[in-house]
């Protein structure tokens, strides 16, 4: 079992800036394609970036295109999501993942991840 643990939410004013980060224990953060998700209430979870075991590759969903960057530190197993000219739309609870394969390049597709942590909530008010 791999635990993912995100922390950095919280309430933000519309174009405030928020920096998301994920941990995880273990030697092996390094070896695997990390993501992060989000569910707005009522709303299916969606993709919002991904990026590949050694931070070269970086996808975005084009909601949040040139607004959030992903970013990870493998000295200290940490992923990152700064968010920046937040939306009330960005308004939903935020998730990382991580991916199936090894050395993989990550992907939008939820099915792609198989452990997840549990969450953290960010709110934009207006």
């Known amino acids: 079992q791999v635990n993912l643990v995100e922390s950095g939410g919280g309430l933000v004013q519309a174009g405030g800036s928020l920096r998301l980060s994920c941990t995880t224990p273990g030697r092996t953060f390094h070896w695997y394609a990390m993501g992060w998700f989000r569910q707005a209430p009522g709303k299916e979870r969606e993709f919002v970036a991904s990026i590949n075991w050694n931070g070269a590759v970086e996808n975005y969903a084009d909601s949040v295109k040139d607004r959030f960057t992903i970013s990870r530190d493998n000295d200290k197993n940490m992923l990152y999501l700064q968010m920046n000219s937040l939306k009330t739309e960005d308004t939903a609870l935020y998730y990382c993942?991580?991916?199936?394969?090894?050395?993989?390049?990550?992907?939008?597709?939820?099915?792609?991840?198989?452990?997840w942590g549990q969450g953290t909530r960010v709110t934009v008010s207006s």
């Open positions: 993942a991580r991916d199936r394969a090894y050395y993989s390049l990550g992907s939008p597709e939820a099915d792609s991840y198989n452990y």
